[in-house]
């Protein structure tokens, strides 16, 4: 068990351009969660994927944003046309799904995002 | 409405000391799971501890127990013998089983700062 490892750490960017991040899950995960986390705030929640199918999306994910998770193994969460307000840490958690609420989220180290 | 409400902004403890972080969480499903995360400076969430709605029992991990009052709708976690390295935010979540998305629901947050 390597744990999420989420690529890369840190980003800065410009206003307007585009950016991605790549999250890797725990293998044998078939969950896939996308948090967005801001200053002094907890994780909010943007999308998930349940193997590479993405089954829910937050009002949050605007249309600048978009996320895949192809043949249901990494995922990456795309930003077009970033926005200051877009400035935040990103976060990527991984769970077996299971019956029961029990099975937590593990999460990566996430990737901060400064948009200037 | 909030479902999850941390009122503590910022906790401060004396090392070797027990503290307790206050949670209060909403929700109309009858079966839920609570969660409790600490996030140290570095960035990464780290699971400390669970509590099913149905548990006849309050949870116990090592160091960190969980004061589950059901029909307060409170959740307040305990670390008994503070140490240096406690110091970090910590989150309380929910899960409601009724949310196929099976995701968590983040409250704001305390941070708790161990005085030596």
């Known amino acids: 068990d390597t744990g999420v490892s989420q690529d890369p750490r840190h980003k800065i960017t410009k206003r307007g351009q585009n950016v991605t991040f790549r999250c890797d899950p725990i293998?044998?995960?078939?969950?896939l969660y996308w948090y967005r986390q801001t200053l002094g705030q907890g994780p909010e929640f943007l999308t998930y994927?349940?193997?590479?199918?993405?089954?829910?999306k937050s009002r949050l994910l605007s249309d600048r944003f978009s996320a895949e998770r192809p043949k249901g193994s990494f995922s990456t969460l795309e930003i077009q046309r970033t926005e200051q307000g877009d400035s935040a840490m990103y976060l990527c958690?991984?769970?077996?799904?299971?019956?029961?609420?029990?099975?937590?989220?593990?999460f990566g180290n996430g990737t901060r995002l400064t948009v200037t | 409405a909030q479902k999850i409400t941390q009122t503590q902004p910022g906790m401060f403890v004396q090392e070797k000391e027990a503290v307790t972080l206050d949670c209060t969480y909403d929700?109309?499903?009858?079966?839920?799971?609570l969660f409790w995360y600490k996030q140290p400076s570095s960035g990464e969430m780290i699971f400390l501890i669970y509590?099913?709605?149905?548990?006849?029992q309050n949870a116990t991990e090592g160091r960190y127990s969980l004061n589950f009052q059901k029909a307060r709708k409170s959740a307040n976690l305990v670390i008994s013998a503070s140490q240096l390295g406690d110091s970090a935010m910590y989150f309380c979540?929910?899960?409601?089983?009724?949310?196929?998305?099976?995701?968590?629901?983040f409250g704001s947050g305390t941070r708790l700062l161990v005085r030596p």
């Open positions: 958690a991984s769970s077996i799904h299971e019956q029961g609420t029990r099975s937590p989220l593990h």
């Open positions: 293998s044998e995960h078939n969950r």
């Open positions: 994927f349940q193997n590479e199918a993405q089954l829910e």
């Open positions: 929700t109309s499903d009858p079966s839920y799971g």
């Open positions: 509590q099913g709605s149905y548990d006849q």
């Open positions: 979540a929910m899960r409601e089983a009724m949310d196929s998305s099976y995701k968590l629901i």
